[in-house]
T-cell receptor, first 115, second 110 residues
Framework: EAGVTQFPSHSVIEKGQTVTLRCDPISGHDNLYWYRRVMGKEIKFLLH????????ESGMPNNRFLAERTGGTYSTLKVQPAELEDSGVYFC?????????????FGPGTRLTVL | QKEVEQDPGPLSVPEGAIVSLNCTYSNSAFQYFMWYRQYSRKGPELLMYTYSSGNKEDGRFTAQVDKSSKYISLFIRDSQPSDSATYLC??????????FGAGTQVVVTP
């Protein structure tokens, strides 16, 4: 069974540019989460999809970040325009059920560098 | 105050030693306590989790939770070089949103 995949693995952009990150969850997983880790800090929650609906987007830092999940399958996270403080590693995770302790399977992350 | 506190290390131990990791948390509503392992350039991977207070053992790994003092621990017995990784504690809220500690980097030297 394929795991969670993320693309690209690494992106280097200049301040003010736009970047779109993609996440393909494990097939059949209704829950999709985005997290990020900025340097020196802990991994922090950004948002949670249940199928195509946003369940919780309380962690999104500001309106420069836009997440979508087309048809309840893959998800994209767009940053427009990117700022220096957006640099970090963006992780996507998916889980199957609705139980609190359902295992979240993480992708390898996208390392974003904003110059 | 952070919801979950974890010493980032690094923690260096010789092969065969016991690794002791811990976290403290502030939210008394947490019911599940998870430990993730993350290898370099990889995503976190769930190692084990515990519900409420008590101990749980899985092979060389033992997780302990003391809800009265809001303190959780992970012990790795007979540590191996392959155990070298970052270990993160995490607690889910009622919707599964994970609150992570900073992660402790563990280095097991042969």
């Amino acid at each position: 069974e394929a795991g969670v995949t993320q693309f690209p693995s690494h992106s280097v952009i200049e301040k003010g540019q736009t970047v779109t990150l993609r996440c393909d969850p494990i097939s059949g997983h209704d829950n999709l989460y985005w997290y990020r880790r900025v340097m020196g800090k802990e991994i922090k929650f950004l948002l949670h999809f249940v199928k195509e609906s946003k369940q919780d987007e309380s962690g999104m830092p500001n309106n420069r970040f836009l997440a979508e999940r087309t048809g309840g399958t893959y998800s994209t996270l767009k940053v427009q325009p990117a700022e220096l403080e957006d640099s970090g590693v963006y992780f996507c995770a998916s889980s199957q059920g609705r139980e609190v302790a359902d295992t979240q399977y993480f992708g390898p992350g996208t390392r974003l560098t904003v110059l | 105050q952070k919801e979950v506190e974890q010493d980032p290390g690094p923690l260096s131990v010789p092969e065969g030693a016991i690794v002791s990791l811990n976290c403290t948390y502030s939210n008394s509503a947490f019911q599940y306590f998870m430990w993730y392992r993350q290898y370099s350039r990889k995503g976190p991977e769930l190692l084990m989790y515990t519900y409420s207070s008590g101990n749980k053992e899985d092979g060389r790994f033992t997780a302990q939770v003391d809800k009265s003092s809001k303190y959780i621990s992970l012990f790795i017995r007979d540590s191996q070089p392959s155990d070298s990784a970052t270990y993160l504690c995490a607690m889910p809220d009622s919707w599964g949103k994970l609150q992570f500690g900073a992660g402790t980097q563990v280095v097991v030297t042969p």
